[in-house]
């Protein structure tokens, strides 16, 4: 029971923290459809190689939990 309890407040934190992220960085920055709806790799890297990059930062923010579990 306590490891579901903790998995829900870990995700519970991590949508906290991306809502509050977007509403601080509202002015003078781009709206959360443009940062959700659009990809430019304009890191000098190839847009595969940038957009498999990208998909990292999701799996860091998830592992979490799964070291919880085990």
Do not use: D
């Amino acid at each position: 029971m306590r490891q579901t309890i903790t998995i829900f407040w870990v995700f519970a934190a991590v949508i906290i923290i991306v809502v509050c992220t977007l509403k601080l960085a509202r002015n003078g920055r781009h709206t959360a459809a443009y940062v959700f709806g659009n990809f430019e790799p304009s890191t000098g890297w190839t847009p595969g190689w940038s957009f498999f990059i990208g998909l990292l930062h999701a799996a860091y923010t998830t592992s979490a939990t799964g070291m919880i579990i085990s």
